[in-house]
Nanobody, 117 residues
Framework: VQLVESGGGLVQAGGSLRLSCAAS????????MGWYRQAPGKQRESVAR????????FYADSVKGRFTISRDNAKNTMFLQMNSLKPEDTAVYYC???????????WGQGTQVTVSS
């Protein structure tokens, strides 16, 4: 499985961005996908996740009500709509997929999101 993120950039506080993660390869093996982020000097943290079957979603408390995760199964693409962005949302955002087979998890290369105050 290969994952490619896009949509990052520089935005002012209160603005919006939409991230995309396009999956290719053995996408049939994917059970769930998610967005993670890592700010400078901090550990990588989970932002939002979505399952492939039921489409159940999970959000970190810090983004609830502001971010929305979604997917387009036909295009093997996952999205993260980010609204009301805050400077503390500044980080590199990574796409992750988990599923069957080896290695069972895959990461994208990351996309930078910078929110200015």
């Amino acid at each position: 499985v290969q994952l490619v993120e896009s949509g990052g950039g520089l935005v002012q506080a209160g603005g919006s961005l939409r991230l995309s993660c396009a999956a290719s390869g053995s996408t049939f093996s994917i059970n769930a996908m998610g967005w993670y982020r890592q700010a400078p000097g901090k550990q990588r943290e989970s932002v939002a996740r979505i399952t492939s079957g039921s489409g159940s979603t999970f959000y970190a408390d810090s983004v609830k009500g502001r971010f929305t995760i979604s997917r387009d199964n036909a295009k093997n693409t996952m999205f993260l709509q980010m609204n009301s962005l805050k400077p503390e949302d500044t980080a590199v955002y990574y796409c992750k997929a988990v599923g069957s087979g080896d290695p069972g998890e895959w990461w994208g290369q990351g996309t930078q999101v910078t929110v200015s105050s």
